[in-house]
């Protein structure tokens, strides 16, 4: 299949749901069906950011333990670590996601606290003027800052869960998102 940037491709469609429908050309996919790094090249620099969330929830009596101790696990202090494991995965995001660009971040913020009695939300904030988005910097910021909390924490339980990563907000470049949704 050869398709042009922007074109819409037949014919590609989930095993067992329904007729064929249109749906737009990975970009990571060249004209070969081959995998490969988008060029940015030809893009115009602009001030891109994105925020990313993840959840960790705790079993009642473990987060309650863990507030009663001021946040911390023998392993030392638990958000603090967290946010630097989450700063230090987003810097790095080019060497676990295959085709993300490396990217010089001008900013990175994470920060971590209870919404109500189990749930903890991590939160990570990346911003830089580029071609090309922050989003997935920012996903894995909140993932491996969510992944370091479980870590610090599951001698207490191995009953935590983490869920709801997912982006919130992202600006700059074709599409913007705002709350988790699509605005242009």
Not at 120 to 146: D, F, N, Q, R, Y
Request: one cysteine or more.
């Amino acid at each position: 299949m050869k398709a042009k940037k922007g074109s819409k491709a037949r014919g590609l469609r989930a095993e067992g749901r329904g007729p064929k429908s249109e749906i737009t050309v990975f970009t990571h996919v060249d004209a070969a069906n081959r995998p490969r790094m988008v060029d940015v090249g030809a893009k115009a620099v602009t001030a891109r950011a994105a925020r990313a969330q993840a959840i960790v929830r705790f079993p009642p009596d473990v987060a309650r333990a863990l507030r009663d101790g001021g946040m911390r696990a023998k392993k030392g202090p638990i958000v603090d670590t967290a946010i630097i494991a989450g700063t230090l995965a987003a810097k790095r995001t080019h060497e676990l996601i295959p085709f993300c660009h490396p990217l010089s971040i001008e900013r990175c913020e994470l920060w971590v606290d209870f919404a109500n009695a189990t749930d903890l939300h991590v939160h990570c904030e990346v911003a830089i003027s580029h071609k090309t988005g922050v989003e997935m910097e920012a996903l894995t910021g909140a993932t491996i800052a969510a992944l370091t909390v479980y870590d610090m924490c599951k001698a207490l339980s191995h009953e935590i869960v983490i869920t709801e990563v997912r982006l919130l907000e992202k600006s700059g470049g074709k599409r913007a998102v705002r709350k988790g949704r699509v605005v242009r």
